[in-house]
C-alpha cells in the first residue's frame, strides 16, 4: 500500500513537475546582425555667412543630414546635398551644373575660412551655428 501511494505521489510529482517545464518561456532567439552605426554628425555642419564678392550676406545651411539651403535676405536662392571630402565643401543643387566644390581652409582665430571655388574665387565665410 506504501508503495502505491508513494509510487502515485511521485507520478503527481512528476506531472507537476513536467507542467511547469512547459510552462517556462522558451529561449529566446538573439539576432546576430549586425547593428548599423551611423555615421557621426560632421563637425561642417552648422549655419555659415559668407561675404559675396558684392558685400551681400549669403546664409548657408548645411544640414547633419547632407541637405544644405543657400538664401540671400530671406530668399532661398539654391538647395540640394552636400558632402564633405577632406578639406573641400561639394554641393549638388541636382541642376544641369552638377557639383559644385569649394577648398576650405581652417578656421582661424576670429573664426573666418576662407573658401576657394574650382574657378579660383575667394570668400570669406563665419560659423554661426
Known amino acids: 500500500m506504501k508503495t502505491l501511494a508513494l509510487a502515485g505521489t511521485l507520478a503527481g510529482s512528476l506531472s507537476l513537475l513536467a507542467a511547469c517545464s512547459a510552462q517556462e518561456p522558451a529561449e529566446q532567439e538573439t539576432d546576430n546582425a549586425p547593428l548599423v552605426e551611423e555615421a557621426p554628425p560632421s563637425a561642417m555642419a552648422g549655419s555659415y555667412e559668407i561675404t559675396l564678392e558684392d558685400g551681400r550676406a549669403l546664409s548657408r ?10 538664401s540671400v ?46 574657378n579660383g574665387q575667394t570668400l570669406t565665410a563665419e560659423k554661426t551655428a
Open 61 to 70: 545651411f548645411l544640414a547633419a543630414d547632407g541637405t544644405y539651403i543657400d
Open 73 to 118: 535676405g530671406g530668399d532661398i536662392i539654391a538647395q540640394g546635398s552636400w558632402q564633405e571630402e577632406g578639406d573641400r565643401l561639394c554641393l549638388s543643387a541636382g541642376t544641369a551644373e552638377g557639383e559644385t566644390c569649394y577648398t576650405l581652409t581652417k578656421p582661424a582665430a576670429d573664426g573666418t575660412l576662407t573658401i576657394t571655388s574650382e
